[in-house]
Nanobody
């Protein structure tokens, strides 16, 4: 079994910054790709960023240049999302994701609210 726990969400003004974290635990062997998704009210969940097992990162166009995904160098099962220049449209519940043996695992999500 695999568990993911996100933390660090909150309320921030437009233009501000926030860092959210995700800690994975359980039956995880080796370094796995991990990603961030978000879901705004009334919208479908959308992919935000991913970090591969080798550290290669990729971002959705809507956040490229503003968000940075990283992995804890000591705890390979912990990832972060540094969010800068936040916009009201970034308001959403942010979910951490890991895929192991073809199964998707999700955290409970952390709310990020950006006020204008």
């Amino acid at each position: 079994q695999v568990q993911l726990v996100e933390a660090g969400g909150g309320l921030v003004q437009a233009g501000g910054s926030l860092r959210i974290s995700c800690a994975a635990s359980g039956s995880i062997f080796g370094i796995k790709p991990m990603g961030w998704y978000r879901q705004a009210p009334g919208k479908q969940r959308e992919w935000v960023a991913v970090i591969s097992s080798s550290g290669i990162t990729n971002y959705a166009d809507s956040v490229a240049g503003r968000f940075t995904i990283s992995r804890d160098s000591a705890k390979h099962t912990a990832v972060y999302l540094q969010m800068n220049s936040l916009k009201p449209e970034d308001t959403a519940v942010y979910y951490c994701n890991i895929v192991i043996m073809g199964s998707n695992y999700w955290g409970q999500g952390t709310q990020v609210t950006v006020s204008s």
